[in-house]
């Protein structure tokens, strides 16, 4: 099973959140089952860090530490190329109002049949509409 989890469910393993358990069961089945990305979450990742990081939730030297963690984690980033992509991922952004980078994990998952992890309610919404599973079952 290909699990793909955004970042709002890396960052809440690193910070606290009210999710921060369901975070941490969706973690322990990535350390089993492995992890599939969209070449944008590193970036995403990166922001998380610096923005924990400005918003004084986090040192740098935690950071580190962490995305080292990460980094140890069996994640495989999608190697298709995005303009061969993109068309797909601007149709689900408009038919769902998602934003590009929302959208580019529900197409992942579409693609790859793939389990999606996601807090944020509007890739929940949509991952529901289009019949994916969705973990965590509930928020």
Not at 9 to 16: D, I, S
Not at 82 to 95: A, K, L, W, Y
Not at 119 to 126: M, N, P
């Amino acid at each position: 099973m290909s699990i793909i989890a955004d970042i709002s469910v890396v960052l809440a393993w690193r910070f606290e959140e009210k999710q921060t358990e369901q975070a941490l069961d969706v973690l322990r089945l990535i350390e089993r089952e492995g992890l599939l990305v969209p070449s944008l979450w590193w970036s995403e990742l990166e922001n998380g860090i610096l923005m924990g990081e400005r918003r004084g939730r986090t040192t740098a030297e935690d950071s580190a530490a962490f995305v080292k963690l990460v980094r140890a984690l069996p994640i495989r980033t999608d190697a298709a190329p995005r303009h061969q992509i993109s068309d797909d991922i601007i149709d689900i952004g408009r038919r769902h109002q998602l934003t590009a980078y929302d959208a580019a994990y529900v197409e992942l998952a579409m693609r790859e049949g793939a389990v999606l992890a996601s807090f944020d309610a509007a890739i929940r919404r949509c991952a529901n509409k289009l019949k994916l599973m969705v973990l965590p079952a509930t928020v």
